[in-house]
């Protein structure tokens, strides 16, 4: 199967994706800090995949990353966080790094996850990704499923609108998911940003339900039930986007 380095601070981590992926027929070595990882590393020529810990002391994550990506840009690496939301890792995602697995993960989403790198979820990133918002998630998987968003200005359901989205999951399964942006919620990003009309246009309002999918992803590693997800409420994580979007 792959050869997979794991760089994690925390022994029960280490050890349990090393099982984990041991009995799904991987080759595992381990790190436990920064430095160690690179060390093992070295030109990333021996190594599949890259389980890399956000948090780490001396050498923190991001750190370790870009400097793997250095010398070798080909390199799929998995960042490991504990963050709570989604919006917290984009600069992971940035800095070039293939997939998100958030703490506490299963074994199921971890090997997932690792197929998921492995396979590069078969996506092409070109196309439709150039007109977008520059805080998307389109180039990049979280907990092993990838979110593909063909440019579309919504559907009309009844004054509110829906996007439609294709998510790739672990095992290489597709399925269409509907994200609903209520006619409320619009007007609260609005009022947030003191602006009738959002850069973009209809691609705005696609790609902060983008993000909205792509939290839920996070979160819950799985598809949203009927694969239908509705935003109930314009949410700090969601201001933070919107911010990051108009600063850009």
């Given at each position: 199967m792959a050869k997979v380095l794991v760089i994690d601070d925390?022994?029960?981590?280490r050890t349990m994706i090393r099982l984990t992926l041991e009995h799904s027929g991987h080759n595992v070595e381990t790190a436990a800090d920064g430095q160690e990882g690179l060390d093992k590393f070295g030109e990333g020529a021996g190594f599949d995949v890259v389980l890399l810990d956000q948090r780490m002391p001396d050498l923190e994550g991001i750190t370790v990353l870009k400097q793997m990506l250095f010398h070798n840009p080909a390199a799929r690496i998995i960042m490991i966080t504990a963050f709570g939301t989604v919006d917290l890792a984009v600069e992971a995602?940035?800095?070039?790094?293939?997939?998100?697995?958030?703490?506490?993960?299963?074994?199921?989403?971890?090997?997932?996850?690792?197929?998921?790198?492995?396979?590069?979820?078969?996506?092409?990133?070109?196309?439709?990704?150039s007109t977008a918002p520059s805080a998307t998630f389109g180039m990049t998987t979280i907990n092993g499923y990838r979110i593909e968003a063909p440019l579309n200005s919504g559907v009309n359901m009844g004054g509110d609108t829906g996007y439609e989205f294709t998510v790739c999951s672990p095992a290489n399964e597709k399925q269409r998911c509907t994200v609903v942006l209520p006619a409320v919620v619009a007007e609260l990003v609005k009022a947030h940003t003191d602006r009738d009309v959002m850069p973009g246009g209809a691609r705005f309002w696609q790609a902060l339900c983008e993000e909205v999918l792509a939290n839920y992803l996070y979160q819950q590693a799985d598809y949203p039930p009927d694969n239908l997800l509705r935003v109930d409420e314009y949410t700090t994580g969601m201001r933070r986007w919107v911010d990051a979007v108009l600063a850009a």
């Amino acid at each position: 199967m792959a050869k997979v380095l794991v760089i994690d601070d925390e022994s029960n981590i280490r050890t349990m994706i090393r099982l984990t992926l041991e009995h799904s027929g991987h080759n595992v070595e381990t790190a436990a800090d920064g430095q160690e990882g690179l060390d093992k590393f070295g030109e990333g020529a021996g190594f599949d995949v890259v389980l890399l810990d956000q948090r780490m002391p001396d050498l923190e994550g991001i750190t370790v990353l870009k400097q793997m990506l250095f010398h070798n840009p080909a390199a799929r690496i998995i960042m490991i966080t504990a963050f709570g939301t989604v919006d917290l890792a984009v600069e992971a995602m940035k800095s070039g790094a293939t997939d998100f697995l958030r703490k506490p993960f299963t074994a199921e989403t971890l090997r997932g996850a690792v197929l998921a790198a492995l396979r590069n979820c078969g996506a092409d990133s070109s196309g439709s990704q150039s007109t977008a918002p520059s805080a998307t998630f389109g180039m990049t998987t979280i907990n092993g499923y990838r979110i593909e968003a063909p440019l579309n200005s919504g559907v009309n359901m009844g004054g509110d609108t829906g996007y439609e989205f294709t998510v790739c999951s672990p095992a290489n399964e597709k399925q269409r998911c509907t994200v609903v942006l209520p006619a409320v919620v619009a007007e609260l990003v609005k009022a947030h940003t003191d602006r009738d009309v959002m850069p973009g246009g209809a691609r705005f309002w696609q790609a902060l339900c983008e993000e909205v999918l792509a939290n839920y992803l996070y979160q819950q590693a799985d598809y949203p039930p009927d694969n239908l997800l509705r935003v109930d409420e314009y949410t700090t994580g969601m201001r933070r986007w919107v911010d990051a979007v108009l600063a850009a």
